[in-house]
């Protein structure tokens, strides 16, 4: 009984998520099915967004799975690979954009704004904080005599 539930428990843990990878799918060439997959892990699967395309079952993953085997197999290097693949369905295909002049807008405007806020903030704040340093001018001595004039007649 204890083998059974330790066995039981053993297949549990080591289940984990099966690349979509089919049988059909694998270069005979060790060496190069390592790079094909290695390449996959960088690659999105433009049906299930955030999932890599060895990881997703989708035709359309099927498909750029193979042409990056096809790719591999022709003797492109990695770079050529992605960059073949980023030509034909764009750069959104890339899990991790690269960082260019024509995405630095979008990579840098969050910590812009959040700078440009606490900026605002700090401002904001500054100019409503009570001018310590700013004290009245003293009363001249016509001032103070019109002064004890009005207590005096309002008492």
Not at 5 to 34: F, M, N, W, Y
Not at 52 to 80: Q, W, Y
Not at 108 to 131: D, H, K, M
């Amino acid at each position: 009984m204890i083998r059974a539930v330790l066995l039981a428990a053993t297949l549990a843990l080591s289940a984990g998520p099966a690349p979509a990878v089919q049988p059909d799918e694998v270069l005979a060439d060790p060496a190069l099915e390592s790079r094909a997959r290695e390449i996959s892990k960088e690659l999105r699967c433009l049906v299930c967004r955030n999932e890599a395309i060895d990881d997703s079952n989708a035709e359309l993953a099927r498909i750029l799975r193979l042409l990056v085997r096809e790719r591999v197999v022709a003797g492109d290097s990695d770079g050529e690979v992605i960059d073949y693949v980023v030509d034909r369905y764009g750069e959104y295909v890339l899990l991790r954009p690269r960082f260019t002049l024509g995405n630095a807008l979008i990579w840098l405007s969050g910590p812009l704004i959040l700078a440009l806020g606490g900026f605002a903030a700090w401002r904001y704040v500054r100019a409503r904080a009570p001018q310590a340093a700013a004290q009245p001018a003293p009363l001249t001595e016509a001032e103070r005599r019109d002064l004890d004039a009005l207590l005096r007649d309002g008492s």
